[in-house]
């Protein structure tokens, strides 16, 4: 055969094949069809698997994101809470501190009280007397009890009270 026959002959078989491959394909055998569902099935299943994936992903990061929230917010209540006790305990540090050094200041304070008080026995206290002269310089006149509580203005057992403390004293010094 020559060279041009190869290729009528060639063309007449790819003209049969394309004339028979669409009658295959138009009508759709039961074993394609089923297939096809099983196909169409399979995608739908791993569709709403990745539907439900992402779903479980969001609620996964919004769990997430709120558990960070809450943390931080514990977090900031925490830090709070720090510095009240801290401030708490500058403020007990500056009353020790204080009541430490007002209690210096009386044991100091004390010290001179205590030197002033031992060198006042050596002065011989102020006498009854001394401190009321008027009172007895009216009872040296001559004046009652009365009158000199009526000049005075001052009660009539006050009088008899600051006699009889003079008397006292007096007898205690006389020993």
């Not at 007895?136 to 001559?142: A, I, S, T």
Request: proline share 3%.
């Amino acid at each position: 055969m020559q060279p041009w026959q190869y290729i009528v002959l060639l063309g007449a078989v790819v003209l049969v094949w394309a004339f028979a491959a669409p009658r295959r394909g138009k009508k759709p055998s039961a074993e394609s069809a089923s297939r096809d569902s099983g196909l169409e099935q399979m995608e739908n299943a791993l569709e709403q698997f990745m539907e439900d994936m992402e779903e479980s992903n969001r609620n996964l990061g919004e769990l997430v994101k709120s558990s960070r929230e809450q943390g931080q917010a514990e977090a900031r209540l925490r830090e709070q809470r720090i510095e009240e006790l801290e401030k708490q305990c500058r403020l007990l540090q500056e009353a020790v501190a204080a009541s430490a050094v007002s209690a210096q200041a009386e044991a100091d304070g004390a010290a001179p009280m205590q030197q002033e008080e031992a060198a006042r026995p050596l002065e011989a206290p102020e006498s009854i007397r001394a401190r009321f002269r008027q009172l007895f310089d009216l009872e040296r006149q001559g004046r009652s009890v009365d009158q000199i509580a009526k000049e005075l203005g001052i009660h009539k057992g006050e009088v008899l009270l600051i006699q009889q403390l003079a008397r006292q004293e007096e007898s205690a010094n006389a020993r």
